[in-house]
């Protein structure tokens, strides 16, 4: 059986592995409590089925086991399930990993920005004016939806840091938009064919 560190991770396997590293519990509580923690701005849980699945992956992973069955009356049986040992050691070691080593992500924002020359220069700027309208309502939405007061810091981590990163992001966009909008950042195809030979590229 693969150790800790030879198992593959999702951000999805990792919320439910604390899930039921806090206590036993059914597939239902953990989509409640995704929803509810606001754990679904870490972990992609838009598809049905995708925590059914990471679950089932776990299970046959050895990293989580069946607790219980219960059936409440007028109600489908429910599984329970639990963390192994294996789990838990699994558990830390991802953690400890994604806060040390930064990830090799390829994400879709800085590929098309390596090929802004395959579109013309306000249509790109017009494009970012768009992105950066969706940042700010991002952070718009993110201040009406504040958290308990009394809630500790503890738990608000992630929160901060996804706050941080949209608005870095939209403060590096609008420089974009500055510098196209005042022509500091332009292009054409003649002038890409004279300077490099070829058709627009990156």
């Not at 198992?7 to 990792?14: K, M």
């Not at 509580?29 to 849980?45: C, E, P």
């Not at 403060?171 to 030979?197: M, P």
Request: negative net charge; glycine residues 2%; aromatic residues 6%.
């Amino acid at each position: 059986m693969p150790s800790p560190a030879t198992r593959p991770r999702s951000p999805l396997a990792v919320v439910i592995l604390s899930l039921v590293a806090e206590a036993p519990m059914h597939p239902y509580r953990m989509q409640h409590l995704i929803t509810l923690r606001g754990k679904d701005r870490i972990a992609n849980v838009a598809q049905r089925n995708s925590v059914y699945q990471t679950i089932d992956r776990l299970l046959r992973d050895g990293l989580i086991c069946i607790h219980a069955t219960d059936r409440a009356e007028g109600r489908p049986e429910r599984t329970v399930y639990a963390i192994t040992p294996l789990g838990r050691a699994t558990l830390e070691h991802w953690l400890e990993t994604m806060l040390s080593t930064p990830a090799r992500e390829f994400p879709d924002f800085p590929a098309a920005l390596a090929f802004l020359p395959f579109l013309e220069p306000h249509v790109v700027q017009a494009r970012l004016e768009a992105r950066a309208e969706a940042l700010e309502a991002r952070l718009v939405a993110a201040s009406d939806t504040a958290a308990p007061p009394d809630l500790p810091r503890l738990f608000l981590v992630e929160d901060d840091y996804l706050l941080a990163m949209t608005r870095a992001e939209l403060s590096w966009v609008r420089a974009l938009i500055d510098d196209l909008a005042t022509g500091r950042l332009t292009w054409s195809e003649q002038q890409l064919i004279a300077e490099y030979g070829d058709a627009p590229t990156e």
